[in-house]
């Protein structure tokens, strides 16, 4: 297919397509005759020395002689075997989708889905091309949609982190030291769920102190007395969260946190209660393992309380 003098070579695929006859047999008349009978006949360089090769999409290892694609596109022209491109409307239009479709993949949709996903749009796109070059001979464009998706999807994860995932960073950074990776995930996925101020709410409130602690400090060292607060505290903290409550704050020996705040959830003193009763048990496992160590047993009180509150930021 010739337009403006340019032509889109259809390689025949295989190596040596065509008959090669040394030229010095030709010289000496060894050559059969026969096979130059109403033929065309091309003469070039076919030697490494020549420099003449290059590579062409059937052979890009070690490439075809000059002559030899010249011989590929006198069968192109004489077979009739034009491959056609699909044009500039086209094409642009190819690319636009393609962009278009990186832009969503990386905005629309978390990565850990976007990412599979674009890889299959491209293998289908690609397998889809093969299948219409094989069948049809045109030749769609690949190169730059395939980096249209890339420079799309690159530029859109740039965009996302910077700009569209900011707030959820914050959030996440500022709830995930007194809440559940469980809550903070809920609070991401609904942006009305936290806002600044407060509403009236029924929350469950928990509280709890270590008794005399004031004694057990007399009878530990100030390096074992936050060992153990340490300990005591990070365990008491991870039943919080397995029962997602929110941790208010540490007083001293105490621990305050509270249930059905910063998101409405359903059987708040239920959760609380399993909470302490988790709290009573792993506190006879630590004790266990600090009357081995001569630590002086530690007991602690608690308490819940259900009722309306201020709740917010």
């Not at 190819?94 to 949709?109: E, N, P, Q, S």
């Not at 809550?183 to 600044?196: A, F, K, M, P």
């Amino acid at each position: 297919y010739l337009e403006g003098n340019r032509l889109i070579i259809n390689y025949a695929g295989v190596k040596d397509p065509f008959p090669i006859v040394p030229f010095y047999q030709v010289m000496e008349g060894a050559a059969d005759p026969s096979l130059f009978a109403g033929k065309i006949v091309l003469i070039g360089a076919y030697f490494k020395e020549s420099h003449d090769q290059m590579f062409t999409p059937f052979n890009f290892i070690e490439g075809l002689y000059g002559v030899e694609i010249s011989a590929e596109a006198l069968n192109t022209v004489f077979s009739g075997a034009y491959l056609r491109e699909p044009g500039n409307v086209v094409s642009l239009l190819i690319l636009l989708i393609t962009t278009l479709c990186g832009v969503w993949f990386m905005t629309g949709m978390k990565p850990q889905n976007s990412i599979p996903l674009m890889f299959a749009v491209v293998a289908v796109y690609f397998l889809n091309a093969v299948l219409i070059f094989s069948k049809a001979g045109i030749v769609l464009p690949v190169f730059d949609p395939l980096l249209a998706v890339v420079l799309a999807c690159a530029g859109s994860l740039v965009f996302r982190y910077l700009v569209v995932d900011r707030e959820k960073r914050a959030i996440r950074a500022t709830f995930s030291r007194f809440v559940s990776p469980k809550i903070v995930n809920q609070i991401l996925e609904n942006s009305g769920g936290v806002r600044l101020g407060g509403e009236l709410r029924e929350v469950v409130i928990f509280f709890s102190d270590i008794a005399d602690f004031t004694g057990l400090s007399e009878r530990t060292s100030p390096e074992n007395l936050v060992d153990i607060l340490n300990r005591y505290f990070m365990e008491m903290t991870e039943i919080i969260f397995k029962y997602d409550g929110t941790l208010n704050k540490f007083i001293g020996d105490a621990i305050m946190a509270f249930y059905g705040a910063p998101l409405t959830q359903e059987a708040n003193a239920e959760r609380a209660v399993r909470a302490c009763l988790a709290m009573r048990n792993k506190l006879e496992e630590l004790n266990t393992m600090w009357a081995a160590e001569g630590i002086p047993e530690m007991r602690v009180g608690m308490g819940i309380h259900k009722g309306a509150v201020l709740a917010g930021n």
